[in-house]
């Protein structure tokens, strides 16, 4: 790793480089200086971020609009440049890399802790969307196309079925009918788009718990990291992703499918939090769909999962065999969860409506 990491504008002579860090797309490292400074060395992935400089146009676009308007440091990602100046390092075999100051004395919540917790991440994507709501949406780059474009999602899935190239279908019959049979629910939001009933903001869309940074002492939000899929989007897509994460009382591949649960407390201190940290800037239909982002993320992310698990595991990153279907049985679980809750949910949400 010498050859990359000595090409970026580091305080001190590297000690350590360890792999840290659970993304399932690009690979993340701990980089520690003499002096000591700690740094985020990260490589992207190439194959499903086919637009590098795109991606890191949105990061440095995004980063500096923050950074502009926060108070402190840890208000926003910092990047590190290059020796040469630059954002990012492009070599000449095509591999992205780029350094981010580290986030100090800063921690990042893997499960719910508390509901404070979980209130602290809403209050963090919350405002978000309100510092970002009046960057201009239209200079940033669709980076993914169809990111959170359900319908599409299930079309690959009806594919990996038709084509079964693992041979797994068979073992994953109840799983994929319980899936199919929410197809009908997963153009929903779209549909609102289209219509103009809902906005078209700057997202997050990859509004995961994990992707919070809390002070370590206070647990105060300080910022959200992870901005590679930062895109114009629905607030509904940011708000399901962090209840998804965060409202689910197991891990995101728990195999234990009795302990998955959509926690009604955690689901109301993320709604809490968001909701006060978006401030005034939602609609009243914005605030209404709110839950049905978080049964469509839901469902879309396990939809993901159990195609990829079909197409024999080559998009998310796997740590043990299996582990795409377990994802998938999780969301499932969760999604099913979230049906039987529904009357509390629309209650929750009718509780923080202004
Ligand atoms: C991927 O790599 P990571 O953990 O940031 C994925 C998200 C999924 C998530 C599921 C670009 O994010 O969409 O929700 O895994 N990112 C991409 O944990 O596909
Ligand atoms: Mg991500």
Same mark, same amino acid.
């Given at each position: 790793m010498r050859h990359i990491y000595s090409q970026f504008r580091l305080d001190g002579r590297v000690i350590s480089c360890t792999p840290t860090g659970g993304g399932h797309i690009n690979r993340t490292y701990l980089l520690v200086t003499a002096r000591p400074h700690l740094y985020?060395?990260?490589w992207l992935n190439g194959q499903v971020f086919t637009n590098l400089t795109g991606v890191m146009h949105n990061v440095v676009a995004v980063t500096e609009y923050l950074h502009a308007r926060g108070s402190d440091d840890r208000s926003a990602l910092t990047l590190v440049p290059t020796h040469a100046g630059k954002p990012y390092l492009l070599t000449p075999e095509g591999d992205c890399w780029r350094v981010y100051e580290y986030i100090l004395d800063s921690v990042c919540l893997d499960v719910a802790e508390s509901a404070e917790a979980l209130?602290? @991440?809403?209050?963090? &994507? =919350? +405002?978000?969307?309100?510092?970002?709501?009046?960057?201009?949406?239209?200079?940033?780059? $669709?980076?993914?196309?169809?990111?959170?474009? #359900?319908?599409?999602?299930?079309?690959? &899935?009806?594919?990996?079925?038709?084509?079964? @190239?693992?041979g797994r279908l068979a073992s994953v019959r109840d799983e994929v009918n319980r899936f199919l049979a929410h197809e009908g629910e997963a153009g929903m939001l779209l549909t609102l788009l289209?219509?103009?009933?809902?906005?078209?903001?700057?997202?997050?869309? !990859?509004?995961?718990?994990?992707?919070? +940074?809390?002070? $370590?002492?206070?647990?105060?939000?300080? @910022?959200?990291?992870?901005?590679?899929?930062? +895109?114009?989007?629905? /607030?509904?897509? !940011?708000? =399901? $992703?962090?209840?998804?994460? =965060?409202?689910?009382?197991?891990?995101?591949?728990e195999t234990d499918?009795?302990? /998955?649960?959509?926690? %009604?407390?955690?689901?109301?201190?993320l709604t809490e939090g968001f909701l006060s940290g978006c401030g005034d800037r939602l609609s009243r239909k914005e605030i209404e769909t709110l839950p049905l982002g978080a049964k469509l993320m839901t469902?879309?992310? =396990?939809?993901?999962?159990?195609?990829?698990? %079909?197409?024999?595991?080559?998009?998310?990153?796997?740590?043990?065999?299996?582990q795409n279907l377990d994802r998938a049985r999780v969301q499932? #679980?969760?999604l099913e969860d979230m049906e039987r809750k529904w009357a509390d949910i629309q209650a929750i949400i009718g509780r923080y409506m202004p």
């Open positions: 985020i060395l990260q209130r602290q @991440c809403g209050v963090a &994507f =919350g +405002m978000f969307q309100r510092q970002l709501a009046d960057f201009p949406a239209d200079t940033l780059v $669709e980076t993914i196309p169809r990111f959170h474009d #359900t319908p599409n999602r299930f079309r690959d &899935f009806r594919d990996a079925i038709a084509r079964d @190239c693992a289209e219509s103009g009933e809902l906005p078209l903001r700057v997202t997050h869309n !990859d509004a995961k718990l994990t992707n919070v +940074m809390l002070d $370590e002492a206070t647990h105060a939000p300080l @910022c959200v990291i992870d901005l590679d899929t930062v +895109m114009p989007g629905l /607030v509904a897509y !940011d708000f =399901g $992703e962090a209840i998804r994460s =965060g409202a689910c009382t197991a891990a995101e591949d499918l009795t302990r /998955v649960q959509c926690s %009604l407390t955690l689901y109301e201190a469902l879309e992310n =396990g939809v993901r999962f159990l195609t990829d698990y %079909l197409n024999g595991d080559t998009y998310f990153a796997i740590h043990r065999p299996d499932l #679980t969760l």
